[in-house]
């Protein structure tokens, strides 16, 4: 009888609770529409406006989607809110009153969702005015990548009074928004008057510039925007102010290694007594560590290295150089140099290859490569007819030719007696496999420039927007060798006639120089040559 009664209660318990559990009910149609505003206080474009409560009613129960990150006020305000929501109704108490005359436009962005699927509320946007009318100045534009052109989506676009110290470095935009998936902004309901305008890629929400890890856009002069109809464009661009610095320096008998921070796009060295002699150097792959290399001119002391990185930004060391130690082992008797053309060690008949070697070498061989298939010797190469050897003495390059009907797995075997080191004990090469390639061939890009311009470069880049290949100052071009697939041609304008393109100010004072995109991207094929590009900036 006991366990009788303890399971009926039991049981009636689990029932009351099962009644009383609330549950998505099954069936039906999946709800996709947004919430939709039925009405405000204060009315849209409503004039006099005087309440430290904003109340929005939906047509559906809603809730805050990171309301306080989302929504943009302008002008801004330091004045605080708090949200309530009560099923249909939002409301938004403001700390203290509204500034008087003035016109406000709340962007809610994704601020507002409702709570069965969470849709969000498109377009929802209110603007009132505190004083008798509606300011009605405007201005719009759009927002790129200066180097690539790409629009910027969800850039942050900033105005700031003219006459105001404040900046996009120093604190929040008087008016803000932001730019859609085509990189198009627009303000409107703005007072009229003169302002600076600024674009942010903004990876800490906090609508500052404050790390150059960021990128930014910016104009020189201030622009007056007024209720006539205006276009803007701004460029963003990733600053960079910070030199090289040289971390770490290793030296052994071959060769004395400088060790940067970063990449190095250009360098430079030579002995402090004679400057105007060149060291022998060469840059590491990952551009930071620089090899420097004594020979009859220079065996040692002290020297000057100029680094350059790939914002300009310069770094001079003076220090000293002793060959010493043991003989640095990067690679153990030779390797393939990585190259873009050469992908996962596929190579065409005709293609460069550069073999890199552990230390700087003497070649006493006629024939210091061979080309092999198992142990079958398809080919040897001459030196220095067809093998030659770099400034260094420790990259061999030549041109693959044609062997074993131009596909398939071959290797390359190096004369260990034929091919020296200069200093140490001699060197033993292992077996390079490499694989050729179905020749596709190459194409060919030419065309013309017209342009009042003196000074400019013109790249070509790849898909990623690395230069290929370049050419200085000519009304003509025509770039070789290339590899089929997808490029694109872009132009320096060196204005300034200083023999370089000068990228942006770190002040922010003075813009970066010219790019020039050609509009279309090229698509390069193989044994085909692509003519009539006519270049005009």
């Known amino acids: 009888m006991k366990f009788f009664n303890t399971f009926f209660a039991s049981a009636t318990i689990a029932a009351v609770t099962s009644c009383a559990s609330i549950s998505t009910p099954e069936g039906g149609e999946k709800d996709t529409a947004s919430p939709t505003l039925k009405n405000s206080n204060p009315k849209n474009q409503a004039l006099n406006v005087n309440t430290q409560t904003i109340t929005l009613e939906f047509d559906e129960e809603v809730q805050p989607n990171n309301l306080q990150r989302e929504l943009l006020i302008t002008p801004f305000t330091e004045n605080n809110y708090k949200v309530r929501t009560n099923r249909e109704r939002m409301e938004l108490t403001f700390d203290q009153p509204l500034e008087q005359n003035t016109t406000y436009t709340f962007n809610f962005r994704k601020g507002v969702q409702d709570i069965t699927e969470k849709n969000i509320a498109e377009n929802l946007q209110l603007t009132f005015s505190t004083g008798a009318f509606i300011d009605s100045s405007r201005v719009s534009g759009k927002v790129v990548d200066l180097l690539t052109q790409a629009p910027e989506k969800e850039a942050v676009v900033a105005l700031y009074p003219a006459g105001d110290t404040t900046d996009i470095r120093k604190s929040r935009p008087y008016y803000q928004t932001q730019t859609s998936a085509a990189g198009e902004f627009s303000f409107e309901n ?15 929400n906090n609508a500052i510039y404050d790390s150059e890890s960021e990128k930014v856009a910016y104009l020189t002069q201030a622009v007056n925007i007024t209720p ?18 040289l971390q770490r320096r290793e030296n052994f008998t071959d060769r ?9 796009s250009s360098f430079s060295g030579a002995p402090a007594q004679s400057p105007k002699d060149s060291l022998i150097y060469k840059i590491g792959t990952d551009g930071k560590a620089i090899d420097i290399f004594g020979g009859k001119v220079f065996s040692g002391g002290e020297v000057v290295l100029t680094a350059l990185d790939s914002a300009g930004n310069r770094t001079t060391d003076t220090l000293k150089i002793a060959f010493e130690g043991k003989r640095a082992q990067r690679i153990k008797g030779a390797q393939l140099k990585q190259t873009q053309a050469a992908t996962a060690g596929n190579y065409r008949v005709g293609q460069a290859i550069t073999i890199e070697l552990e230390t700087p070498v003497r070649i006493t061989s006629k024939e210091p490569v061979s080309i092999m298939a198992d142990s079958l010797v398809l080919r040897k190469l001459k030196y220095p007819e067809e093998v030659s050897l770099d400034r260094t003495a420790t990259e061999m390059t030549f041109t693959l030719p044609a062997v074993n009907g ?11 007696l034929g091919i020296v080191p200069v200093q140490g004990t001699g060197l033993r090469f292992p077996r390079l496999p490499i694989t050729i390639a179905e020749n596709r061939g190459a194409g060919s890009v030419k065309g013309t420039v017209t342009t009042k311009e003196t000074s400019y470069t013109i790249e070509l880049l790849n898909d990623k927007y690395k230069p290929v290949q370049q050419i200085r100052n000519k009304s003509t071009f025509n770039f070789r060798n290339i590899e089929p697939g997808n490029y694109y041609l872009r132009v320096l304008v060196d204005e300034n006639k200083d023999g370089k393109w000068t990228a942006a100010d770190p002040e922010l004072k003075r813009a970066a120089e010219k790019v020039y995109l050609y509009p279309k991207p090229l698509d390069i094929r193989a044994n085909w040559e692509m003519e009539g590009v006519k270049l005009e900036f």
């Open 406 to 416: 131009n596909k398939g797995q071959i290797s390359l075997a190096l004369d260990s």
């Open 256 to 264: 004395f290694v400088a060790n940067y921070n970063e990449g190095i």
């Open 228 to 245: 006539q109809p205006q276009e803007v464009a701004l460029q963003t661009v990733k600053l960079d102010t910070k030199k090289p610095i």
């Open 190 to 204: 703005i007072k009229e008057g003169p302002y600076r305008i600024y674009a942010l890629i903004d990876k800490n």
